[in-house]
């Protein structure tokens, strides 16, 4: 059974502070896996896209990297901004376009 | 482009009241997926179309969920008779056919629905 996991589930931290959020996944026969983020009461907004082939996606101040060997995939952002404050998920994508999902990582990044 | 776009934003109903909520894809997509996000929560898969056929329905709840998207454009996600526990967001999503398929997903801003 594939399943996603994201830690830590809330993470806090001072403006200016670099980060990096986790993503693990069971079944490492994955196509892709993407990063999105989540402002309250909104939709799924995607960050980066990751195919299977690549070890690293780029995207201003944010990276992304896959270790599908390990089932991992973390998420670093450069400089956190208080509007980077936000839920973020990783879904991975198996055959048949089959899509599992994290439960997310909550940032704060105080002023 | 013209994104994915979902209505209602917001719906309040009472249990047992009926709901429905539609969803029209990015132009030429042909998947399209329904997904109930609880708060707090990942968004979990409730049915998932090719074109105007269904490829996944098994985390539908049948006896009172039901989705159709007959011409293989818009969808409608109906439920009937609403329970507390589907208190959620509804996120409807698609992603491009065949060769341009890069296997990347596209959302509208949801519909969150409250049942008091």
């Known amino acids: 059974k594939q399943e996603v996991t994201q830690i830590p589930a809330a993470l806090s931290v001072p403006e200016g502070e670099n980060l990096v959020l986790n993503c693990s996944f069971t079944d490492s026969a994955i196509y892709n896996l993407q990063w999105f983020r989540q402002d309250p009461g909104k939709g799924l907004t995607s960050l980066l896209l990751i195919q299977s082939s690549q070890r690293e996606q780029t995207s201003g101040r944010l990276n992304a990297s896959l270790d599908k060997s390990s089932g991992r995939s973390t998420l670093y952002i450069a400089a956190s901004q208080p509007g980077d404050s936000a839920t973020y998920l990783c879904?991975?994508?198996?055959?048949?376009?089959?899509?599992?999902f994290g439960s997310g990582t909550k940032l704060n990044v105080k002023p | 482009e013209a994104g994915v776009a979902q209505s209602p934003r917001y719906k309040i109903i009472e249990k047992r009241q009926s709901v429905a909520f539609w969803c029209n894809p990015i132009s030429g997509h042909a998947t399209l997926y329904w997904y109930q996000q609880i708060l707090g929560q990942g968004p979990k898969l409730l049915i998932q179309?090719?074109?105007?056929?269904?490829?996944?329905d098994s985390q539908l709840p049948k006896d009172r969920f039901s989705a159709e998207r007959l011409k293989g454009v818009d969808s409608t996600l109906k439920i009937q008779p609403a329970k507390l526990e589907d208190s959620a967001v509804y996120l409807c999503?698609?992603?491009?056919?065949?060769?341009?398929?890069?296997?990347?997903?596209?959302f509208g801003e949801g519909s969150r629905l409250t049942v008091l």
């Open positions: 879904a991975v994508r198996y055959n048949f376009n089959k899509f599992y």
């Open positions: 179309f090719q074109n105007n056929g269904v490829v996944d």
């Open positions: 999503a698609s992603g491009p056919p065949g060769a341009a398929n890069t296997g990347e997903l596209f």
